[in-house]
């Protein structure tokens, strides 16, 4: 470990590589954090799956790639349209039976069971191998190559970041954002002056997983996926939403890539077989800590 | 309700049974022990999860670090100077009847008393959240503690460890000694829980569920209450995860010590399937889960996961109540339609 730290110190470039890597990757997260604060936003329903959608994404991508050969980062508008579609199903099966239930306790584990089912059959359908779609861009080459960056990591933070802006402007200023929002602020006052409330709720969940299969392909583009990676992306995202808090798109893409480089750093000083071990411990200790600083104010984190 | 006479009655029988079918049926008596752990896994669940009505998905944890420290000191306990060389998965210790009962004991004890320090540590940090918060952050738990024991070499890594050979000069085999220990285990939990619910701890565990507000108004400490709850569900989860690390006679951290996809899930679903909050609901849970994935779920091939998520779903969305939860809504219905009939 203090090895590892040495490293880090003795040469600046490798720090600056590690950060920029992980600010780059962490505009994916932000985006998939996004979606996780919409549904949690407007429907009071954080969905446990989240990851599994990710994954799901990213798996339509590789298999677009290798099985049709479109280029990875044209299969984006397809891998959104198929997940926008299972997200309307899903909708209509189970979160739509969810909304209105008193005990929170329901929501949590059918979401829940929904991750197991999604990693379960992922694995029998696609096997339970590390898969890639890397779409070859090469890389650029900053200060005398001693800073290498891939461009895909490029294409896709701009990517990522464009379909945030997007979104954001369309929740902000067209007529069908203004129903979303104002379905989160009172779902009855807005189901009052006429908005099909029902409808607002499955756009906004398909929306949710509509990113998540975006972020999906991104991923398996800079990254590689498995079945069971897809909780990681979960917490990530939880963890991301938790820091910004909800309704608020600038700091989510600040504490998307915040959380994504300091992921990076502390991964490396730590070792690579603790990686998804410092993801699961971060998690634990920013929840703890807000939940003392609530204490503090005789308040509580529900 | 039936009154506790008439279940004790039915409780005694229920045991002569279970303590012949092992002899009648030889064949089976390994999964007859998984159903015993199962009973005990959904009791200690239900401590929380039914009682309090705190999803925790991290319960998994206790289990692990229980089988884990016993493990420990099952191999470190008479058999000193580890060789540093060895790889330690491959470290299979063979002790004598004598010493491989109080190794056992000792282990599974100090297994019991590491996980209340830590249900005490980290409920004190985990049990001042609620709902999405405290459920994701306990499932959080369960899956950093597999992936901290994948990197620690003293106990095997990724690879795992073995725990020590049943000795062989016994007239008892093996697998009767654990499905007796397991059921004598199961039946004392089942009575101190029963016995738990019905004091006036019980009282303020369902108190906490029906309005934690209501009831910290009322005076009662309600993270200690919680704390104290979650830990005597880690003493007793502790010592089965003891005992299931002997039965397997293989340590595995993601597989089977911290699995996720299998007890940890297995845990809530049994208590929701019977019908969570009660006392004879995780038991009931429990035996219908285990008997039908033993019966016919081998038949399902690779996908038998995919069922139990399937399943999960579908329990939770058409049928969160359990089956005792039904029956009680079934009844009261019906009394209720008898009371309005008498009236006319």
Not at chain 1, 179 to 201: S, W
Not at chain 2, 81 to 98: P, Q
Request: charged share 10%; glycine share 10%.
């Amino acid at each position: 470990m203090i090895t590892y730290l040495n490293i880090l110190i003795d040469s600046p470039e490798f720090l600056a590589q590690l950060i920029i890597n992980g600010l780059l990757v962490g505009a994916i997260f932000a985006l998939i954090a996004y979606g996780l604060a919409l549904a949690w936003g407007v429907m009071d329903i954080i969905n446990f799956a989240q990851g599994e959608f990710v994954i799901f994404g990213g798996y339509i991508t590789y298999t677009l790639f290798y099985q049709f050969g479109i280029h990875p980062i044209l299969t984006i508008p397809i891998v959104a349209l198929v997940l926008y579609a299972l997200g309307l199903i899903i909708y209509k099966t189970i979160i739509s039976r969810l909304l209105g239930q008193k005990d929170i306790f329901i929501t949590i584990l059918a979401t829940f069971g929904l991750a197991i089912l999604m990693q379960q059959l992922m694995q029998a359908i696609f096997g339970p191998d590390v898969v890639t779609a890397d779409p070859r861009l090469g890389m650029l080459k900053l200060f005398d190559g001693s800073i290498l960056i891939s461009n895909i990591q490029i294409v896709s933070f701009i990517i990522a970041i464009s379909v945030g802006i997007l979104l954001f402007v369309v929740m902000k200023y067209s007529r069908f954002g203004q129903t979303i929002r104002a379905t989160a602020q009172n779902p009855r006052a807005a189901g009052i002056l006429g908005i099909d409330i029902d409808k607002v709720y499955a756009n906004t969940f398909a929306i949710n997983t509509a990113l998540c299969g975006i972020g999906g392909s991104l991923v398996v583009m800079v990254w590689t996926i498995h079945p069971f990676i897809g909780l990681v992306y979960t917490f990530r995202s939880f963890m991301i939403v938790i820091l910004a808090g909800l309704g608020n798109f600038m700091g989510i893409i600040y504490s998307g890539m915040g959380i994504s480089a300091l992921e990076n750093v502390t991964g490396f000083v730590i070792g690579a077989e603790f990686q998804a071990a410092v993801i699961f411990c971060l998690l634990v200790i920013i929840l703890v800590t807000r939940s003392i600083r609530a204490r503090r104010k005789r308040q509580y984190l529900e | 309700m039936i009154t506790n006479n008439k279940q004790n009655m039915l409780i005694w029988i229920g045991l002569a049974i279970s303590a012949v079918v092992p002899l009648l049926l030889p064949n089976y008596i390994t999964v007859l022990t998984y159903i015993w752990v199962m009973i005990i896994l959904a009791l200690t669940w239900d401590m929380l999860g039914g009682q309090t009505g705190y999803t925790s998905f991290g319960n998994i944890l206790f289990f692990g670090v229980g089988m884990y420290v016993s493990a420990v000191v099952q191999r470190d306990m008479f058999s000193s100077g580890l060789d540093r060389f060895e790889r330690v998965s491959e470290i299979v210790v063979n002790l004598n009847a004598s010493e491989y009962f109080v190794s056992l004991a000792v282990g599974t004890l100090a297994g019991a008393i590491v996980a209340v320090i830590l249900a005490v540590i980290l409920g004190s940090g985990i049990l001042g959240m609620r709902g999405h918060y405290f459920a994701i952050c306990t499932l959080g738990l369960g899956h950093a503690a597999a992936e901290i024991a994948s990197g620690i070499d003293y106990i095997g890594a990724g690879s795992g460890m073995v725990t020590p050979i049943y000795p062989g000069e016994l007239a008892l085999s093996k697998e009767a000694f654990y499905y007796y220990a397991f059921m004598l285990f199961a039946i004392v939990t089942f009575f101190l829980f029963r016995k738990i619910y019905q004091s006036q701890f019980g009282l303020a565990l369902n108190a906490i569920r029906d309005n934690e507000n209501k009831a910290e108004s009322m005076g009662i400490h309600t993270t200690q209450y919680k704390i104290a709850g979650w830990s005597i569900a880690a003493f007793f989860l502790a010592i089965a995860g003891a005992g299931v690390g002997n039965v397997i006679g293989f340590i595995d951290p993601v597989e089977i010590a911290f699995s996720g996809p299998t007890f940890g899930v297995w845990m809530i679903v049994m208590a929701i399937l019977g019908g969570k909050g009660t006392i004879w609901g995780p038991v009931l849970g429990a035996v219908i889960l285990y008997s039908a994935k033993e019966t016919f779920w081998t038949y399902l091939l690779g996908w038998d996961k995919v069922a139990l998520g399937l399943l999960i779903v579908i329990i939770v969305v058409y049928f969160p109540k359990g089956v005792l939860g039904y029956f009680k809504e079934r009844k009261q219905l019906s009394n209720s339609i008898l009371s309005q009939k008498g009236e006319g």
